[in-house]
């Protein structure tokens, strides 16, 4: 098995910045992509930004230009960030840090919740 923790999340004003981070322990194996949903409430849950391994980061159009999502700098690959700046009310959300493995699929993290008042 793998856990994912996440931390980071909190309250903050529109046009505040938050980093969440997302640490991977236990049955690691080869990694095909790192990344980040979140999940508003009564939406359904959406890509927020993941990176493949090898290859580049990819965005939700919404959040391209404010949001940078990267790796740990060991290249271990057991760390994901999001760093999010301008945030936005339309932000709020659970966000959900997710690791793919080859042979052993999609894990989850717990979540954590970050607001954005307005």
């Known amino acids: 098995q793998v856990q994912l923790v996440e931390s980071g999340g909190g309250s903050v004003l529109a046009g505040g910045s938050l980093r969440l981070s997302c640490v991977a322990s236990?049955?690691?194996?080869?990694?095909?992509?790192m990344g980040w949903f979140r999940q508003a409430p009564g939406k359904e849950r959406e890509v927020v930004a993941f990176i493949i391994d090898g290859g580049s980061a990819n965005y939700a159009d919404s959040v391209k230009g404010r949001f940078t999502i990267s790796e740990d700098e060991d290249n271990a690959k057991n760390t994901v960030y999001l760093q999010m700046n301008s945030l936005k009310a339309e932000d709020t959300g659970v966000y959900y840090c997710?690791?793919?493995?080859w042979g052993s699929g999609r894990y989850w993290g717990q979540g954590t919740q970050v607001t954005v008042s307005s």
């Open positions: 997710y690791r793919d493995q």
């Open positions: 236990g049955s690691i194996a080869r990694l095909n992509a």
